[in-house]
């Protein structure tokens, strides 16, 4: 299992990124896909997660309406695409999956939101 993040960066309060996990290893269409995040000092927290047809999304309070989960499983490629950005946004955000009993991650895309 490989998942590789791209897309992060630094961008002011209220600006937008989108985030990319290229998967592959395993039958990506089948899985569902999870975007967590971790701020310095806190716990890893689920910001996202998506069925495996795309269908169904679902949020942490703290995003919604801001953040959009979306995967193409032709390319075997999810995104989160973040608008409306909040400096408490800021953190390292990490593609997830579960395969086999196994939690699965990428390597992690920095995100920094200035005010």
């Known amino acids: 299992v490989q998942l590789v993040e791209s897309g992060g960066g630094l961008v002011q309060s209220g600006g937008s990124l989108r985030l990319s996990c290229a998967a592959s290893?395993?039958?990506?269409?089948?899985?569902?896909m999870r975007w967590y995040r971790q701020a310095p000092g806190k716990e890893r927290e689920l910001v996202a997660d998506?069925?495996?047809?795309?269908?169904?999304?679902t949020y942490v309070d703290s995003v919604l309406g801001r953040f959009t989960m979306s995967r193409d499983n032709a390319k075997t490629t999810v995104y989160l695409q973040m608008n409306s950005l909040k400096p408490e946004d800021t953190a390292v955000y990490y593609c997830?999956?579960?395969?086999?009993?196994?939690?699965?991650w990428g390597q992690g895309t920095q995100v920094t939101v200035s005010s």
């Open positions: 997830n999956t579960r395969r086999w009993g196994n939690d699965y």
């Open positions: 290893g395993f039958t990506f269409s089948r899985s569902v």
């Open positions: 998506i069925t495996s047809a795309g269908a169904t999304a």
